[in-house]
């Protein structure tokens, strides 16, 4: 079992740059995948990124390949992964989860078992 909890969202300007947290809680963390993931008012939840369990594989969508970058820290006293996220745009502008899974890296959101609450992004122009 994992708990999740995002942070680090806020109200930015287009271009700026924030990077989101997820602090992991439970004892098999460093075994699971993360990926991160957002929604949008009105539309449906995407994928964003995901990281296998030793962090050397890595998936991005092509929406946020180049501005977005995934990365994570299995030491035992900082379980977190981290979403760095540059040049935003106006279109970045939704609320971001942070979940995890057994086995290998998916952009199949589905395939994820945990997830976070959430952590609200806006971007304005």
């Known amino acids: 079992q994992v708990q999740l909890v995002e942070s680090g969202g806020g109200s930015v300007q287009a271009g700026d740059s924030l990077r989101l947290s997820c602090a992991a809680s439970g004892r098999t963390y460093t075994s699971y995948t993360m990926g991160w993931f957002r929604q949008a008012p009105g539309k449906e939840r995407e994928f964003l990124a995901t990281i296998a369990w030793r962090g050397g594989t890595t998936y991005y969508a092509d929406s946020v390949k180049g501005r977005f970058t995934i990365s994570r820290d299995n030491d035992s006293a900082n379980n977190t992964v981290y979403l760095q996220m540059n040049s935003l745009k106006s279109e970045d502008t939704a609320v971001y989860y942070c979940?995890?899974?057994?086995?290998?890296?998916?952009?199949?959101?589905?395939?994820?078992?945990?997830w976070g609450q959430g952590t609200q992004v806006t971007v304005s122009s």
């Open positions: 979940a995890a899974k057994t086995g290998m890296a998916s952009t199949i959101i589905r395939s994820y078992d945990y």
